[in-house]
T-cell receptor
Framework: NAGVMQNPRHLVRRRGQEARLRCSPM?????VYWYRQLPEEGLKFMVY????????ESGMPKERFSAEFPKEGPSILRIQQVVRGDSAAYFC????????????FGPGTRLTVL | GNSVTQMEGPVTLSEEAFLTINCTYT??????LFWYVQYPGEGLQLLLK?????DKGSNKGFEATYRKETTSFHLEKGSVQVSDSAVYFC???????????????FGTGTRLQVTL
């Protein structure tokens, strides 16, 4: 059973460009979470999605950030008009939903904004 | 709101030494508690968990006991190895038996360096 897949693993963007981060959850998992890890810090929750629904986006910045989890295909975290402060590691986790709280993490996407 | 406080790192130990990484939390109700480990350049792996008071989670020689009276979930290992060098995160999730998953609140992480 393949784990949570994220791509790309490394992404470099210039200020003002768009960044698209993809996450494919584990097979059978219908819950996806995105977290951001700034250098030397812990992970901060951004958004929680189920198929075609955003359940909790309380950790998402109000501007430039959006997330989706379509019926088919991976979950996408989109950052528009990136700034240097967006440089971080972005981790996706998935959960089957039946087992409370246990989340399985992907390897992360390391975004660098030049 | 929920919060997790971990001891500051880095922690440097010799191989076979005893390890304790302190973790305390603030939460309403009865949260679930987790320890995750992050090896260099990788994502987080679940190390162990406990979902109710007095539960002990254990895995790979690591243990942690859910102490509601002290709101703590300290990580321990009797004899560390060089391969245990990593960053350890304490995390708090929603209460058990909710039937739904919920977001995790993480501590800032504790870097462990084990030397020969």
């Amino acid at each position: 059973n393949a784990g949570v897949m994220q791509n790309p693993r490394h992404l470099v963007r210039r200020r003002g460009q768009e960044a698209r981060l993809r996450c494919s959850p584990m097979k059978g998992h219908s819950h996806v979470y995105w977290y951001r890890q700034l250098p030397e810090e812990g992970l901060k929750f951004m958004v929680y999605l189920q198929k075609e629904n955003i359940i909790d986006e309380s950790g998402m910045p109000k501007e430039r950030f959006s997330a989706e989890f379509p019926k088919e295909g991976p979950s996408i975290l989109r950052i528009q008009q990136v700034v240097r402060g967006d440089s971080a590691a972005y981790f996706c986790a998935s959960s089957p939903g039946q087992v409370y709280n246990e989340q399985f993490f992907g390897p992360g996407t390391r975004l660098t904004v030049l | 709101g929920n919060s997790v406080t971990q001891m500051e790192g880095p922690v440097t130990l010799s191989e076979e030494a005893f390890l304790t990484i302190n973790c305390t939390y603030t939460a309403t109700g009865y949260p679930s508690l987790f320890w995750y480990v992050q090896y260099p350049g990788e994502g987080l792996q679940l190390l162990l968990k406990a979902t109710k008071a007095d539960d002990k989670g254990s895995n790979k020689g690591f243990e942690a006991t859910y102490r509601k009276e002290t709101t703590s979930f300290h990580l321990e290992k009797g004899s560390v190895q060089v391969s245990d060098s990593a960053v350890y995160f304490c995390a708090l999730g929603g209460p058990r038996n909710t039937g739904t998953a919920s977001k995790l609140t993480f501590g800032t992480g504790t870097r462990l360096q084990v030397t020969l």
